[in-house]
């Protein structure tokens, strides 16, 4: 089996092994289930006042939680793709049918005699088939392999399950009402006849084969161990319902009832709670994926030298802002960032405070732009962006302008600046005002984006330009990008003449 089918078994009952506080817990019903029923025992025989409405309401909850029980299995035998669990829902099913079959023929409940041509042997017959039938498919479960088994040719082990469990019903039905004939007597009005004990021994004791064989299937999974209860209770039930007891209504007739009722429940109740389980771990999966795919969008856009927006957070956030600046016609800025004469300050003080110089830096430009939509980037090197949505040139240079007083006033010695004793910057800005009526004019449909001539790259080229002439001007200085300076790009510094300047 492979690694993938090992983890969908462990998903569902029949594959998820028991532990040791569910086995003490089993352990400890069927010990209480044991000492009621020792206490019970002496006085099943004891007669009790009759309550005809006691057999449907008891008869409706079996088929409620009967019906319930197999839609669980049937769900969780999809999820796995085994037919062992189809066993079992053949079982459920066929004591659903036979509950009903069973209240439709009680006497005096829904006629004098009882529906379905039912006769005064039929409902007791029909209960010795009803908890006969079940352990059948008890056993058959319990046959199978411990370890799950592929599913036998799509859904032809479903079919089967319910066809045994429809095709048993209806012979069992036939046979207590038609053929009620040729059955022995076990009733004698509402009391039983000598050859119910033998009857009904010879069903307890299929019941205890059918706790023996599950008892033997090792190591248990939890439905094994709840089953195992299961089936201790349905002991308790016939013993005191069609054994201990003289006949109908009596303290046995009622007990054994309600031990019945019990046993269509523990399934039931373990799958609601895993059902319940399984759905917190579901709400607790989907919140730890929402926190690392947060993270995960957190390491893909922030650069791990500065802790701020890296390139790649940039460029998204630009294409963005420029889309929305052609649909809403708004103002859109660009500061382009340069710590001056940084490769000096490398060579003087080496790359571990180069590296805390920059962290530096980026935050304190962090700090001024923090404004809706605003951004500050680690561009590359030491090449810093800030992206202004809704901000006209003159107030991105007042900014800029107040973001070189930052930097200057957080002293960071240079010894290797030209321009001063400490750390400084040199700041470009350009805005979509300043571009030339060729960009401006981009149609709000364009699919220009960040990387392309006619989109935000323009915004990039303008700003970069301007950064170029605050540096070719001493340094340490705003300049903004002009009509007349970003008329085209084509008359932008060459490569060598970037390289001198810096």
């Given at each position: 089996m492979t690694d993938a089918s090992t983890a969908e078994c462990m998903a569902v009952l029949s594959g998820l092994p028991a532990r040791r506080g569910e086995r003490l817990l089993a352990f400890s019903i069927i010990v209480a289930s044991t000492v009621i029923f020792l206490a019970l025992a002496p006085f099943a025989k004891t007669q009790l006042s009759a309550v005809p409405a006691f057999i449907p309401i008891y008869q409706s909850?079996?088929?409620?939680?009967?019906?319930?029980?197999?839609?669980?299995?049937?769900?969780?035998?999809?999820?796995?793709?085994?037919?062992t669990l189809s066993l079992l829902a053949g079982g459920y099913l066929f004591t659903a049918l036979m509950s009903v079959v069973h209240a439709l023929t009680f006497p005096g409940l829904f006629a004098p005699t009882g529906l379905l041509y039912a006769g005064p042997q039929t409902t007791a017959w029909l209960y010795l088939f009803w908890h006969s039938g079940f352990p059948l498919f008890v056993i058959?479960?319990?046959?199978?392999?411990?370890v799950a088994r592929p599913s036998w040719g799509g859904g032809s082990g479903l079919v089967l399950s319910i066809g045994s469990a429809l095709a048993l019903v209806c012979a069992f039905a036939l046979t207590a009402t038609l053929g009620q004939r040729f059955l022995p007597a076990v009733m004698r009005g509402n009391h039983y006849a000598p050859a119910m004990m033998i009857?009904?021994?010879?069903?307890?004791?299929?019941?205890?084969?059918?706790?023996?064989v599950l008892w033997r299937r090792k190591p248990y999974s939890v439905l094994d161990l709840w089953l195992i209860v299961t089936m201790c209770a349905w002991l308790f039930d016939i013993a005191l319902s069609a054994g201990l007891n003289a006949g109908r209504y009596d303290l046995g007739f009622y007990a054994g009832r309600i031990y019945g009722l019990l046993a269509a429940s523990f399934v039931l109740i373990v799958l609601l709670t895993q059902t319940s389980s399984l759905h917190v771990q579901l709400i607790k999966l989907r919140a730890s994926d929402r926190e690392k795919a947060d993270e995960l969008r957190r390491l893909t856009t922030i650069d791990p030298l500065t802790g701020i927006a890296n390139r790649r957070a940039f460029e998204e956030a630009l294409d963005q802002e420029w889309r929305r600046m052609m649909r809403h016609h708004t103002a859109l800025s660009l500061l382009m960032i340069d710590v001056d004469y940084f490769k000096r300050f490398?060579?003087?003080?080496?790359?571990?405070?180069?590296?805390?110089?920059?962290?530096?830096?980026?935050?304190?430009?962090?700090?001024?732009?923090?404004?809706?939509?605003?951004?500050?980037?680690?561009?590359?090197?030491?090449?810093?962006?800030?992206?202004?949505?809704?901000?006209d040139i003159a107030a991105a240079r007042q900014l800029g302008e107040r973001m070189c007083d930052a930097v200057r006033e957080r002293q960071i010695p240079h010894q290797g600046s030209a321009v001063a004793p400490v750390v400084t910057i040199s700041v470009g800005v350009a805005s979509i005002s300043a571009l030339p009526e060729s960009a401006g004019s981009l149609s709000r449909d364009s699919a220009a984006d960040a990387a392309s001539p006619g989109g935000g790259a323009v915004l990039i080229e303008a700003a970069d330009h301007a950064l170029y002439d605050a540096k070719l001007a001493g340094r340490d200085r705003v300049?903004?990008?002009?009509?007349?300076?970003?008329?085209?790009?084509?008359?932008?510094?060459?490569?060598d003449a970037r390289l001198s300047a810096a």
């Open positions: 909850a079996l088929v409620l939680n009967d019906v319930i029980t197999v839609v669980f299995l049937l769900g969780q035998r999809q999820f796995s793709r085994t037919d058959a479960y319990a046959s199978c392999n411990a009857v009904v021994s010879s069903v307890w004791l299929l019941n205890l084969t059918a706790l023996l490398n060579d003087s003080y080496g790359h571990v405070a180069g590296d805390q110089c920059l962290r530096v830096v980026a935050q304190t430009l962090a700090l001024r732009a923090r404004r809706a939509g605003e951004i500050a980037a680690r561009y590359g090197g030491e090449e810093f962006a800030v992206l202004l949505p809704h901000i300049i903004a990008a002009g009509k007349d300076d970003t008329a085209a790009t084509s008359a932008l510094p060459t490569t």
